[in-house]
């Protein structure tokens, strides 16, 4: 429903579209409303922490950027022209924070520390695998680590990845491949030295 | 072409970002490019389920950890107001104490005067009586106020 099909409900009052609901909750945050910023803060906080998490492997470096990330979010909201494409620039900048703490760290845990119990020679379940992805996505490059956490865990297209990553689609295409490619060596890796 | 060039290809088509009838015939062909393809869709479903993994837990403390500093300067404000008294304002607290006060002696009690005003009569001019007496030599004068 757009603005002009707004309609009214049976206690008189405008329903909005949640397009509508969106402008207007941007709008009354970049006015300086505490509380419409922190409802963008809770409807963002997941994925900022999520995609924050499997790209620096720590929940305490997780929770240092994402902190990072909705501070810049809170300076930089007047930049934002619609609620749809914070989204968006929320995952540029959760990557682009986590990135730099990367070099700035280095702190990865190697494959050789990481705990592993999967079985070789037995079929893992779907469980122990998403255990072994999650630890074989900090053994990858950091640019394929983001594309991989982009376009397989957070599902995005390979378009809207390149636009986050302000990259062209033939390269992310590209990271993308070599990406799974690795993981699915680092996985395997895991799981023949894993007791 | 050996398997290993197919490798990334099969990499894009697990998920379908690639459509290529030339995988789909090399996977027809070969067992082990199959079990590569099988174990890539697992990881890809693996993936997708850290979406889903729940971080309820950690967004809390993510969320605590974003608003301690502002929590903290709160407390820091509030606690130096609890600890700041101005010296003007209000008498100060009770000093509590184990320690015996000591007797002190009874004050003496205060000394109050009254004044009673007395009227006094008009100044006038002396009365003078003079009383003769027997003796010529002898006179007795009698002044009153």
Redesign the interface.
């Known amino acids: 429903m757009s603005a002009n099909e707004a309609a009214l409900n049976a206690d008189g009052l405008t329903l909005l579209s949640p397009e509508d609901e969106g402008t207007a909750l941007l709008r009354r945050a970049k006015a300086g409303d505490r509380e419409a910023f922190e409802e963008i803060v809770r409807q963002y906080e997941g994925q900022v922490f999520r995609v924050a998490l499997r790209l620096l492997g720590s929940v305490e470096d997780a929770q240092d950027a994402s902190q990072e990330t909705l501070l810049r979010l809170h300076r930089h909201l007047g930049a934002i022209d619609e609620l749809q494409s914070c989204g968006a620039w929320l995952y540029r900048v959760t990557v682009n924070i986590a990135n730099d703490m990367l070099r700035r760290r280095r702190k990865i845990v190697p494959l050789a520390e990481m705990p592993c119990r999967a079985d070789a020679e037995a079929a893992i379940s779907l469980e122990e695998r998403r255990n072994l992805v999650s630890r074989a996505l900090l053994g990858l490059p950091e640019k394929e680590r983001a594309a991989i956490v982009l376009r397989d865990i957070e599902g995005l297209s390979t378009g809207e990845v390149a636009a986050i990553l302000n990259s062209s689609e033939a390269t992310v295409r590209s990271q993308i491949s070599t990406g799974r490619v690795k993981l699915k060596k680092l996985v395997d890796e895991l799981m023949r030295s894993g007791k | 072409m050996n398997c290993a060039d197919w490798?990334?290809?099969i990499?894009?088509y697990?998920?379908g970002?690639l459509a290529l009838v030339e995988v789909e015939g090399h996977l027809a062909n070969c067992p082990g490019c199959r079990l590569?393809l099988e174990?890539?869709e697992?990881?890809?479903?693996?993936?997708?389920?850290?979406?889903e993994?729940p971080?309820i837990r950690?967004?809390k403390?993510?969320?605590a950890?974003?608003w301690l500093p502002y929590a903290a300067a709160i407390a820091l404000v509030l606690g130096a107001g609890a600890l700041w008294k101005p010296e003007t304002v209000g008498p100060p607290p009770p000093v509590r104490t184990a320690v015996e006060a000591p007797r002190l002696a009874p004050m003496p009690r205060p000394v109050i005067r009254t004044v009673r005003r007395v009227k006094r009569p008009e100044k006038h001019e002396p009365i003078v009586v003079k009383m003769l007496t027997s003796d010529p030599d002898v006179i007795i004068y009698w002044v009153t106020d």
């Open positions: 490798e990334e290809r990499a894009l697990s998920s970002d590569f174990e890539l697992a990881n890809g479903t693996a993936l997708a389920m850290l979406r993994q971080l950690r967004e403390r993510a969320r950890v974003r």
